[in-house]
């Protein structure tokens, strides 16, 4: 049991989130207590591996310090130091829980600093190790040739969401349903969406379209025929003009057939697909609950090259339940044998909502004084596993070009893209930087909107400064299709002011 006790509450979220980071299987209660005496109290009931401890961190610490985000990075600090002394841990990206390091190393590029001016600053500032630094450099400037490309002021991307799947993975807690449950009411739900879709064409104008991707969920469960709708709709109400990519996330072999693949095909705006097997081990593959085997993997891959797809994108995970790095190494020789052109390597991430997060806190009913050191096992396999997949993309020739990070990571590890020279993500890229608005549409899809302003101030971005809009569609299929008026409606109140 973990108590936190912060005087003001915008200590909280970083608070919260670096303790779970060194305890991810801890209770923590957190509270707000104005009138307490320190800024920060800690108090962690000990295990069989420490004893009881308590930490404070008073006013006096930050009494000369002014500015607040300063403030905020001493005392993250300083926790991060305590807690690492108290375990033994020190993490690859410090005290860092923002989910996108690669924004701030893009900031810091703009401003002219040099590339060891950043691994300073990431490593004086965030504890961050120079390896991490190093990677968050490379992929930054990675990106920024990717999104020279792109017209922010006029520009735009799409992003379309089908929360259907053949089963609901054990790790996923995406918006997604089972499809037998749903079959019914598809159409239905098509149907809603081609009229959302239809608004947002409507608002777009003369903005320029510039990447589409369907994502969800595992679109390729929609039917040939459902699929045929969706892309004529698009190429009917939509200029590709400007269209620089356009993803298809076929995702999990079982939903894939060769007359689906057939009509990705005849749409050739459609330039990029994924085929993500996540683990090339039988065993994982029945144990997170997909129904497909290694070699039906083995034969979509086949099919889709021979179908002409020429930019194929593969997902893994790594520290999947009961895998190993030996595991993850024979995944990694079968998919070299594959030959993607890109290459997605997530680190297991313990999601709020799926059913192994849930399997995990049942399990935690029971109390383990061996919890902690097979966390700490489990860490650095991940980190091994890690590095094997960054040197396995290198002999493929994929280099990295896009990193994010997820909360509840063993290790706070980080998620990275790699890619053939000409076969980034673009997509992927503008999700973690932000830099141009993402219209969403589908059930529980978030639309991400940039409103920018002229201002004179520095820090500003090319002389603008950027608010973010979220503006979220219901998550509930049925909910969507009889609201989807209102979903229209709500987005259109925001949608290029």
Request: hydrophobic fraction near 35%; glycine fraction near 6%.
């Amino acid at each position: 049991m973990i108590q936190i006790e912060c005087r003001n509450e915008r200590f909280t979220y970083d608070m919260y989130h670096i303790v779970k980071s060194f305890f991810p299987d801890a209770a923590i209660i957190q509270t707000v207590e104005p009138e307490q005496e320190s800024l920060i109290h800690i108090r962690i009931d000990g295990d069989s591996c420490f004893c009881s401890q308590e930490f404070q961190i008073v006013e006096e610490e930050i009494s000369e310090i002014e500015d607040k985000r300063e403030q905020k990075r001493y005392i993250n600090r300083k926790l991060y130091r305590m807690l690492s002394d108290l375990t033994g841990q020190v993490h690859a990206w410090g005290d860092m829980t923002g989910v996108r390091p690669t924004k701030m190393v893009m900031e810091k590029l703009e401003e002219g600093k040099s590339d060891q001016e950043i691994v300073d600053f990431m490593k004086d500032t965030y504890e961050v190790s120079e390896k991490k630094a190093k990677l968050g450099i490379e992929i930054a400037k990675q990106e920024k040739r990717q999104l020279e490309k792109l017209d922010y002021e006029n520009g735009y991307s799409l992003y379309i969401g089908i929360p259907f799947c053949p089963t609901t993975c054990s790790y996923c807690s995406f918006t997604s349903y089972p499809i037998v449950r749903w079959e019914s009411r598809v159409d239905a739900y098509v149907e809603a969406l081609l009229k959302e879709l239809s608004g947002i064409a409507k608002k777009a104008g003369k903005k320029k379209l510039n990447t589409i991707y369907i994502g969800g969920g595992t679109p390729t469960t929609l039917e040939a025929v459902q699929l045929e709708r969706i892309f004529s709709h698009l190429e009917k109400n939509f200029s590709f003009a400007d269209l620089k990519e356009f993803t298809v996330e076929a995702g999990r072999p079982d939903s894939i057939t060769q007359e689906k693949l057939a009509v990705i095909r005849r749409h050739p705006a459609v330039d990029r697909i994924s085929i993500n097997p996540q683990t090339m081990q039988q065993r994982t593959l029945d144990a997170v609950g997909r129904r497909h085997t290694v070699e039906d993997i083995r034969n979509v891959f086949s099919l889709a090259r021979k179908m002409g797809f020429q930019n194929i994108n593969m997902d893994l995970i790594a520290g999947l339940p009961g895998e190993h790095p030996e595991d993850m190494e024979d995944t990694l020789r079968q998919i070299e044998e594959l030959a993607p052109d890109s290459l997605t390597v997530h680190a297991l991430a313990m999601k709020h909502g799926s059913r192994l997060a849930r399997e995990k806190k049942e399990r935690q009913m029971e109390e383990n004084p061996e919890d902690r050191l097979e966390y700490t096992r489990m860490a650095r396999e991940l980190e091994e596993m890690i590095d094997m997949a960054a040197r396995y993309a290198e002999k493929m020739n994929l280099a990295p070009y896009y990193l994010y990070r997820q909360k509840n990571i063993a290790g706070n590890f980080e998620n990275v893209g790699y890619a053939k020279v000409d076969k980034a993500g673009i997509y992927n890229i503008l999700i973690m930087e932000e830099r141009q608005s993402i219209i969403a549409a589908g059930a529980g899809a978030t639309t991400k909107m940039l409103l920018s302003e002229e201002i004179d101030a520095p820090g500003s971005r090319n002389g603008r400064k950027t608010n973010l809009i979220r503006i979220e569609n219901v998550k509930d299929v049925e909910e969507y299709i009889l609201r989807i008026d209102e979903m229209i409606e709500r987005k259109g109140e925001w949608l290029w002011r």
